[in-house]
């Protein structure tokens, strides 16, 4: 049986939406039919796709105006008569037809501090509570499709503003080392305010509803991290703190203590431990300054360090190699050694 397909054929200069009718079988996904395509009509017809199988978040694309995986769309959930529109992701760049320059989201990586392992801790001596561990899997899911982020209206709306916001699948990575029982860094929440733009989302779940891993971006990852950083901005001992201290003292940092508070290494790490609570009540009496949500330092180029270039206890060996300068131009992957034994 033939139906009608409409896809968006073009380069960064432009192009145009094409009509095609195109043979479909039983069981098919509408990347069996842009295979069909690639096949007959149009072989020249420009598509990621890598493992046809929802893993590899590859072949992210935008079926009938909504962001898709082209291999997990059955043909069966649309209509018999129904025209089938296929275009790009509409945030990113179109380098052609159906493939788009994603680099905005490596970029956003880059910028992300990595997972920081405390000192003392190595690699093989790691050991956490099945409790911790399930409340961050969830965001361990993430294929990096980036249909979220293609979704989202922050970005997807106002190119100005990508420059500031790193955008759901990044959040969902603060907030899973936010909650990782052996991440040395507090301040995660912090830097994902100051730096991440935390703030422009207004939590319109839009990115939790077109994932195709079902991670609840919103709920479970933004909102929690939210929380927490208006919790420490209207904590009542901070506004107290406020009331007492005059503007220019509270921006004074010898006033301040300037620290974070360390977080508890058991049980939940997402709400403060009672020795974080003491610790915050001090902060907040003896310099709410020291309490408001702010980056951490950042380098000279604008960007905080990356933990896994400037730690002393680096999370695990680049399996790029030690050589490797990023970003990356020529990659040089070094496959593991097989094991001998
Ligand atoms: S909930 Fe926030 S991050 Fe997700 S799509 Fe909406 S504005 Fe963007
Ligand atoms: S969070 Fe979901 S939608 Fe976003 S990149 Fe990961 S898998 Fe894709
Ligand atoms: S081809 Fe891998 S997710 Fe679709």
Same mark, same amino acid.
């Given at each position: 049986?033939?139906?009608?397909?409409?896809?968006?054929?073009?380069?960064?200069?432009?192009?145009?939406?094409?009509?095609?009718?195109?043979? *479909?079988?039983?069981?098919? +996904?509408?990347?069996?039919?842009?295979?069909?395509?690639? $096949?007959? =009509? @149009? /072989?020249?017809? &420009?598509?990621?796709?890598?493992?046809?199988?929802?893993?590899?978040?590859?072949?992210?694309?935008?079926?009938?105006?909504?962001?898709?995986?082209?291999?997990?769309?059955?043909?069966?959930?649309?209509?018999?008569?129904?025209?089938?529109?296929?275009?790009?992701?509409?945030?990113?760049? *179109?380098?052609?037809?159906? +493939?788009?320059?994603?680099?905005?989201?490596?970029?956003? $990586?880059? =910028? @992300? /501090?990595?997972? &920081?392992?405390?000192?003392?801790?190595?690699?093989?001596?790691?050991?956490?509570?099945?409790?911790?561990?399930?409340?961050?899997?969830?965001?361990?899911?993430?294929?990096?499709?980036?249909?979220?982020?293609?979704?989202?209206?922050?970005?997807?709306?106002?190119?100005?503003?990508?420059?500031?916001?790193?955008?759901?699948?990044?959040?969902?990575?603060?907030?899973?080392?936010?909650?990782?029982?052996?991440?040395?860094?507090?301040?995660?929440?912090?830097?994902?305010?100051?730096?991440?733009?935390?703030?422009?989302?207004?939590?319109?779940?839009?990115?939790?509803?077109?994932?195709?891993?079902?991670?609840?971006?919103?709920?479970?990852?933004?909102?929690?991290?939210?929380?927490?950083?208006?919790?420490?901005?209207?904590?009542?001992?901070?506004?107290?703190?406020?009331?007492?201290?005059?503007?220019?003292?509270?921006?004074?940092?010898?006033?301040?203590?300037?620290?974070?508070?360390?977080?508890?290494?058991?049980?939940?790490?997402?709400?403060?431990?009672?020795?974080?609570?003491?610790?915050?009540?001090?902060?907040?009496?003896?310099?709410?300054?020291?309490?408001?949500?702010?980056?951490?330092?950042?380098?000279?180029?604008?960007?905080?360090?990356?933990?896994?270039?400037?730690?002393?206890?680096?999370?695990?060996?680049?399996?790029?190699?030690?050589?490797?300068?990023?970003?990356?131009?020529?990659?040089?992957?070094?496959?593991?050694?097989?094991?001998?034994?």
């Amino acid at each position: 049986m033939k139906r009608h397909f409409r896809v968006w054929r073009g380069d960064a200069s432009g192009g145009e939406i094409q009509d095609f009718q195109v043979e *479909v079988n039983d069981g098919e +996904v509408v990347l069996d039919i842009i295979h069909r395509l690639q $096949a007959t =009509e @149009t /072989p020249d017809l &420009a598509c990621r796709w890598n493992c046809k199988a929802g893993k590899c978040g590859s072949c992210s694309m935008e079926i009938n105006g909504k962001p898709r995986l082209g291999c997990m769309t059955r043909m069966s959930t649309f209509e018999e008569n129904e025209t089938v529109t296929i275009t790009p992701l509409r945030t990113f760049p *179109v380098i052609r037809d159906l +493939v788009t320059d994603v680099s905005f989201n490596y970029e956003k $990586a880059r =910028e @992300t /501090p990595a997972f &920081a392992p405390p000192p003392g801790v190595a690699p093989g001596d790691y050991r956490m509570k099945q409790v911790d561990v399930d409340r961050s899997q969830e965001f361990r899911k993430c294929i990096e499709c980036f249909l979220c982020q293609n979704t989202c209206h922050v970005v997807r709306d106002h190119e100005e503003n990508k420059k500031a916001f790193s955008g759901p699948r990044f959040f969902i990575r603060a907030a899973e080392l936010d909650m990782h029982p052996l991440d040395d860094r507090t301040d995660r929440k912090e830097y994902a305010q100051a730096s991440q733009g935390l703030g422009y989302c207004n939590i319109t779940k839009c990115c939790t509803e077109v994932c195709p891993e079902h991670i609840k971006i919103t709920d479970n990852a933004i909102i929690p991290m939210k929380e927490r950083v208006v919790d420490r901005r209207y904590d009542p001992l901070v506004r107290l703190g406020r009331k007492i201290f005059r503007r220019d003292q509270l921006e004074d940092p010898s006033i301040g203590h300037g620290g974070i508070p360390t977080r508890s290494r058991s049980g939940d790490n997402m709400a403060p431990s009672s020795s974080e609570g003491v610790t915050g009540v001090a902060a907040g009496l003896s310099g709410a300054g020291a309490r408001l949500p702010q980056g951490p330092p950042i380098g000279p180029d604008g960007k905080m360090d990356v933990a896994e270039l400037v730690s002393q206890n680096a999370g695990g060996p680049s399996p790029f190699g030690d050589d490797q300068e990023f970003p990356l131009r020529k990659i040089t992957y070094n496959h593991p050694e097989p094991d001998k034994d």
